[in-house]
């Protein structure tokens, strides 16, 4: 985050039930990023928050280890669009999104949703524009080497340390969820794109 001092932000979800913290490291080193495609518009739509389009979803790029959850870790849940989709994080007591990771805790990623996060402005500019649809009805990426660089610098960080273990996301021993995913079917999906 350029010119812009970091520190520690609070996250919740939209009753107050699982509420928790990205570290000042994370806010640091994480990629203020907005996504235009179609899961994550269909994502939002699935937990019934308000329709993004034709605007994106506006997501904070970052490393797991430097979320915390200080409570209401029980309320955490668990979607996947289909079997080998995204694992899509909420709390279940009020269906609220928190984050996206891939299905492996070796690969460290999570994109939080910035609506989570009270004070986002603390987050910097938005640098990369995923997705961006265009009059030909073909999607591109703008600016998208600062998510790219920011992913493989976090990554590698992650993996060289072993701090990759460390996610609330995630079983340590086991690298198995923290939580059991529904999945969706093809009809349920469906519902959600258009």
């Not at 609070?10 to 928790?20: I, K």
């Not at 996504?35 to 994502?43: L, N, S, T």
């Not at 610098?153 to 079983?171: E, H, I, M, N, Q």
């Amino acid at each position: 985050m350029s010119g812009t001092a970091a520190k520690e932000l609070s996250f919740s979800c939209d009753c107050g039930a699982l509420s928790g913290r990205i570290t000042e490291r994370g806010v640091k080193s994480g990629t203020h990023v907005v996504c235009f495609c179609h899961d994550c518009r269909a994502a939002q739509l699935y937990f019934k928050q308000p329709d993004p389009a034709p605007g994106p979803v506006d997501i904070f790029q970052m490393a797991p280890e430097e979320i915390e959850l200080d409570r209401g870790a029980e309320h955490l849940a668990l979607m996947q669009l289909s079997p080998k989709g995204m694992l899509r994080w909420y709390a279940k007591c009020c269906n609220a999104p928190l984050a996206t990771t891939p299905l492996t805790p070796k690969f460290p990623f999570a994109g939080v949703i910035v609506k989570r996060i009270p004070d986002s402005n603390s987050l910097g500019p938005v640098t990369t524009r995923g997705f961006v649809p265009g009059p030909d009805g073909k999607q591109s990426h703008e600016k998208i080497r600062y998510a790219a660089m920011g992913l493989l610098k976090r990554v590698l960080k992650s993996r060289l340390s072993g701090s990759w273990k460390k996610t609330p996301f995630f079983d340590s021993e086991t690298g198995t969820p923290v939580a059991q995913p529904t999945i969706l079917t093809k009809e349920e999906r469906a519902a959600f794109y258009d």
